[in-house]
């Protein structure tokens, strides 16, 4: 059994998939306590599903591309891994949004991951497990939520650190209504790095706080 906060249909807000129509399965529970987490509804409010019943309902969609996310999906880790093989064993494109602080290592090779490591604004940094980038696919994409300098500047030296250009897709993206969408791109272009300028678009078509987009 997994408990799901919700499953629905929108289009894809983030990723190198934005968008695209996705059926998104929202699993309940998170591990870490963001300062500016805005999906805190799914800490602990849930239903339980069994995984045919969970693929059942993503089939009512007719849309290939799922994406599994949270609060943090991998909290649920053994039934979210067979959830993730049984999808894909189903001819689904199979995403997951993952917080950085929970292994990845396990995850069906086909599946995509979305790896959000936590910058120094988010509170959490301490609980990112950096053993993580050795898992990461080229398929993969890797995520920074900034905040302020402080977080671009921290960012900046972890991707040299990590060499982390060469592993995979790398995007950034404000923390919404805290640091301005033009800031960040200045930055980006006069450092002139390598990476993918992202803006949530669920956030910008619909009202930011509008649950199931």
């Not at 609980?127 to 900034?146: A, Q, R, S």
């Not at 897709?169 to 805290?178: D, R, T």
């Amino acid at each position: 059994m997994l408990k799901v906060n919700e499953i629905y249909y929108s289009i894809q807000g983030e990723s190198t998939a934005a968008g695209f129509p996705c059926v998104f399965v929202r699993l309940t529970y998170c591990n870490l306590r963001c300062t500016y987490c805005d999906t805190e509804y799914a800490f602990y409010e849930g239903k339980d599903f069994t995984i045919p019943e969970i693929i059942s309902e993503v089939k009512k969609y007719d849309c290939k591309l799922v994406e599994i996310t949270g609060g943090e999906p991998l909290v649920q880790i053994e039934e979210c891994l067979e959830l993730m093989k049984q999808l894909c064993d189903e001819d689904f494109e199979v995403l997951i949004e993952t917080g950085g602080s929970l292994s990845i290592k396990d995850i069906d090779p086909r599946v995509k991951v979305i790896m959000d490591l936590k910058c120094p604004s988010s509170e959490m940094e301490k609980k990112n497990l950096f053993e993580n980038i050795d898992y990461l696919k080229p398929t993969d994409e890797l995520k920074f939520v900034i905040g302020s300098r402080e977080d671009y500047d921290w960012t900046k030296k972890l991707i040299s650190k990590y060499s982390l250009n060469q592993k995979c897709e790398i995007l950034f993206s404000v923390v919404f209504g805290k640091l301005e969408p033009v800031q960040l791109v200045n930055w980006i272009l006069e450092d002139k790095l390598n990476v993918r300028f992202q803006l949530q678009m669920h956030k910008f078509i619909w009202h930011p706080e509008t649950k199931g987009v």
